[in-house]
């Protein structure tokens, strides 16, 4: 980010670009994820997600599942991001894979205690409501979530009902991406869809 700031350059080397792309310009297929498009900001959004989430997901599934996670998350984010926004950058999508990856453990394993998963929730709900409404709507999503989720805890429903309810909510948050041609919507189903095949159901046993 910082040689990006001091040399516009960088930024253009790194970004998508299909017609860069079609001249045989083949590090653009994966190297968007190193490009901030849209500068400090969006760098210090994803460099949260990916430290809170990323280590989340290395701590319970391993590194090769991070892997995994992430290059799903890479594959599903730049081919829509080719599609949907030809000119982008940035490491979300990777960040997005992981999230699927954390939605597919909290599936498999019923971690009501994991306090990832609902930073994951801050955290694709301001992607949802940025992709609708941009920065207000982020803000006004992350507002409607906490008391949502204070409401939720004052009643004392936090359980494996809820859990699975803010699953399912930020499944239909991914949906919604796709429905708005947003490129975070892809690779966070993809990381799900993997994770489920990756992470082992609680209580099971290697054959």
């Not at 949260?48 to 998350?73: N, S």
């Not at 991001?81 to 597919?104: F, H, K, R, T």
């Not at 859990?163 to 799900?192: F, Q, S």
């Amino acid at each position: 980010m910082v040689l990006q700031t001091l040399e516009p350059a960088v930024l253009a080397t790194l970004r998508r670009d299909p017609a860069a792309l079609a001249v045989r310009q083949w590090w653009r297929l994966a190297s968007p994820i190193l490009a901030q498009a849209d500068g400090w900001a969006q760098f210090v959004f994803n460099f949260a997600g990916l430290a809170v989430v990323g280590a989340a997901v290395e701590r319970r599934c391993g590194w090769l599942t991070w892997v995994l996670l992430a290059l799903a998350g890479i594959a599903a984010g730049e081919w829509a991001g080719y599609w949907w926004e030809p000119q982008g950058g940035g490491s979300s999508v990777l960040v997005c894979g992981l999230v699927g990856g954390l939605l597919a453990f909290a599936w498999r394993h019923d971690r009501r205690d994991a306090w990832p998963l609902e930073f994951s929730f801050y955290w694709l709900t301001a992607l949802a409501g940025y992709a609708l409404l941009g920065p207000s709507g982020a803000a006004a999503a992350c507002i409607g979530l906490a008391l949502a989720i204070g409401g939720v805890r004052a009643r004392g429903l936090v359980g494996p009902r809820m859990v699975a309810a803010a699953i399912a909510v930020m499944l239909a948050e991914a949906a919604m991406l796709c429905l708005l041609a947003d490129d975070h919507g892809p690779p966070t189903l993809a990381g799900m869809a993997v994770g489920l095949l990756l992470v082992r159901p609680k209580g099971s046993r290697p054959a």
